[in-house]
């Protein structure tokens, strides 16, 4: 079918269905993409005017890479055995370009210098877990975005690059605004851009620390969601009830959250929220207490 590019139609997101809400409402879809343009026109701005230059460049790339895995995930519905390892990809630019100090602090053996194998194995592995992990907390109105936004602060006030996601946490938060809402989704390439941009930004900052502590929650996650798959078959899902929803298994943090009870989806969000917020704000001082 030949697509009229002039015509209105042609230029509407493509919509996915809201399946925790009555009547399965259809909501545009993909607005991630916004964040990725936005973001990247930003640090290349930054690299244009040599501010945090290097920075901003490496970063810019990772994040275009993200961008485009996330959307080629959203137009072949990737399996989670290939969607798992596509952030390798995005780490590409953190690897080629040398970015990131190979002095990383640990909490068994203080901080010890990986060398070349920060590059070969470090980088490629946060970015991995942490893209993983982002993408793997969603499928409720604001938990993709909102989540997200809070770790993004928190990075920002232990960084002395926190000039990089000035605009990307502006653009972050106003697609929460909508998400939380319920007027869009940001899809893969919106969670894949925003899990990279997180890790990236990490790496180059120099606070791995800081980040694990951060979005321990979504690990958390991530680990109920693997373990029930592998060890019970069980996937993750939250049950409708009028307007309500509820869960009859632990096998993730919504679920957890919604065991046995009956909540609203905005009360999922706010209590994954005030999570986040609490182990971001955990991170926050444990930096600056170090």
């Excluded at 210098?113 to 070969?120: M, V």
Aim: contains cysteine; hydrophobic residues 50%.
């Amino acid at each position: 079918m030949n697509m009229d590019w002039r015509s209105p139609r042609s230029l509407v997101f493509k919509k996915a269905k809201d399946y925790h809400k009555p009547g399965n409402p259809e909501v545009p879809n993909g607005l991630g993409v916004i964040y990725v343009l936005g973001s990247s026109a930003y640090l290349f701005l930054l690299y244009f005017f040599d501010v945090n230059s290097d920075e901003a460049l490496t970063l810019a790339a990772c994040i275009l890479f993200g961008g485009f895995m996330g959307l080629f995930d959203d137009w072949v519905d990737l399996r989670w055995r290939y969607k798992a390892l596509t952030p390798l990809i995005a780490s590409l630019p953190l690897i080629a370009m040398r970015k990131g100090d190979t002095v990383m602090a640990t909490y068994l053996f203080g901080k010890v210098d990986f060398g070349i194998y920060f590059y070969l194995i470090i980088a490629p592995l946060i970015v991995t877990v942490t893209t993983n992990t982002i993408n793997q907390l969603g499928g409720l109105n604001g938990l993709e975005t909102v989540c997200p936004s809070i770790v993004m602060a928190g990075l920002m006030v232990v960084s002395q690059k926190r000039v990089l996601l000035i605009v990307p946490l502006a653009i972050l938060l106003l697609l929460a605004y909508f998400n939380y809402r319920g007027k869009l989704f940001v899809g893969n390439v919106g969670s894949f851009s925003v899990g990279i941009t997180l890790a990236s930004f990490t790496i180059l900052s120099n606070i791995e620390q800081t980040l694990v502590i951060a979005i321990s929650p979504y690990i958390i996650n991530s680990l109920l969601i693997l373990g029930n798959i592998l060890l019970f078959r069980r996937r993750a899902e939250l049950i409708l009830k009028g307007n309500r929803l509820t869960s009859n298994g632990i096998r993730s943090l919504q679920t957890l959250i919604a065991y046995k009870r009956e909540l609203t989806e905005h009360q999922i969000v706010l209590i994954c929220s005030l999570i986040v917020g609490l182990t971001t704000f955990l991170a926050v001082m444990v930096w600056t207490a170090t």
